[in-house]
């Protein structure tokens, strides 16, 4: 690891103006004063518990944890790092309240993880998902510092070429105290690239620890079947009041709750539910499906458990380009989720997903709307799909206090 490190360095520097160039003509250099080791806590204190996730989605799917963190170990200060400039946007805007410190991960060469860690001194570090850092992990070995993968997982094109270069990876994972997976095939991939079999375990996903919420919910739903679109982005209501009203010309049954992810979009949306020619109403103005056909939901706070009154949903964000939003919201309610292709930020969920019925992603409008026809009219096929959703939750849930329990033996 020490000629690697050496190698690490060597290739950096000169490669270093050329990324630098690419920074400032695409104006992404982000974070090279915190990426050089630099960052400075703005407190002192030797409990330190690190948490590192490299983007958004990483970054999500820590959230909660870092919340039971806080609760759990109220004596540790909790610093989170990101790898990308989103990745830093979100965690600023998630974790204001939860995390002691946020900032970037240092480069992977020796003097800027050294310097890092000096200036850090983390009592232990949890790595999100997918990130392998040689140096780091290495320096942090030698400092006595844990550290574990959390969530962790391999895609198969990245397998493939992890798996020609074992001897260095288990060479790399002598310095890892553990990792715990998402799935048994995670486990697999990574013990045959070299991590110890006994230093690794399945634990879940924690972004299946999500929570019903318990508020009773009466909009006149009762005798309807309650589609709701959740989160949805411009271009993307027109496409599903188009869908629903070829839908509602076969089931007569059905209304629509329609959820902007951003209300002050509503004035922009009125006209196109004036040209449907539908009865539609507003839920701020306490409008119910008794009356109307469509009831916008342009109130705050209220989405997550309007999806327990769903038939089934369509989860937004996933026909423009913005990278989706979480299925888990539906499905945790054991309702059918479809999104449209563009699914970046979740994508590791639609894969657990959609190996069942629980999730569908469609690739056109059209398509959506033959998904969504297939789960009205074939009671077989729908069933399946909710009693789908029911068993990945409770094949997937537990990896939180999985965590939480690991901690505290690293801990105590």
């Not at 310097?115 to 997918?130: C, G, H, M, R, W």
């Not at 299946?208 to 679109?229: E, P």
């Not at 705050?300 to 026909?319: D, T, V």
């Not at 033959?370 to 096929?381: E, I, Y």
Request: aromatic fraction near 12%; hydrophobic fraction near 35%.
């Amino acid at each position: 690891m020490e000629f690697y490190g050496i190698l690490s360095t060597v290739l950096f520097y000169l490669t270093l103006p050329l990324h630098y160039a690419e920074r400032v003509i695409h104006k992404k250099s982000f974070g090279w004063k915190e990426k050089f080791g630099n960052s400075t806590l703005p407190f002192n204190d030797d409990k330190i518990i690190m948490l590192h996730g490299v983007s958004v989605g990483e970054v999500i799917a820590l959230e909660n944890l870092a919340k039971k963190i806080k609760e759990t170990f109220p004596e540790y200060k909790l610093v989170v790092t990101t790898g990308t400039k989103t990745g830093q946007d979100i965690a600023h805007k998630k974790y204001e309240n939860i995390a002691d410190f946020i900032t970037y991960f240092p480069f992977d060469i020796p003097h800027c993880t050294d310097k890092f860690l000096d200036n850090i001194k983390p009592s232990v570090v949890l790595i999100a998902e997918t990130e392998l850092w040689p140096t780091f992990a290495y320096k942090c070995n030698k400092r006595n510092i844990p550290v574990a993968v959390i969530n962790g997982r391999i895609s198969d094109s990245t397998y493939k070429s992890y798996k020609l270069a074992a001897p260095f990876f288990k060479e790399v994972f002598k310095s890892f105290t553990a990792v715990y997976a998402q799935s048994n095939e995670d486990r697999d991939k990574y013990v045959s690239i070299g991590m110890s079999e006994d230093k690794t375990e399945v634990m879940g996903n924690l972004k299946f620890d999500v929570q019903k919420r318990d508020d009773s919910i009466d909009i006149g739903q009762d005798r309807f079947r309650i589609i709701v679109a959740g989160s949805t982005h411009q271009g993307e209501d027109k496409i599903v009041l188009d869908t629903f009203k070829k839908l509602k010309e076969e089931f007569s049954d059905i209304k629509l709750l329609l959820a902007p992810r951003h209300p002050n979009r509503v004035p922009s949306i009125t006209p196109l539910l004036e040209k449907s020619g539908l009865a539609f109403g507003k839920r701020s103005e306490n409008d119910n499906f008794k009356e109307k056909d469509i009831i916008i939901l342009d109130t705050l706070g209220e989405l997550g458990k309007m999806y327990s009154i769903a038939n089934f949903a369509f989860i937004g964000g996933s026909f423009n380009h913005t990278g989706g939003h979480n299925p888990l919201e539906a499905v945790v309610y054991n309702k059918p989720a479809i999104s449209g292709p563009d699914v970046h930020n979740f994508k590791d969920i639609y894969s657990i997903l959609g190996k069942t019925d629980a999730g569908k992603v469609v690739k056109t409008p059209n398509e959506f709307y033959n998904t969504a026809k297939k789960l009205l009219a074939d009671k077989v096929f729908y069933e399946k799909a909710c009693s789908d959703c029911e068993i990945v939750f409770s094949e997937q849930q537990g990896a939180l206090n999985f965590v939480i329990n690991k901690l505290q033996n690293i801990l105590h």
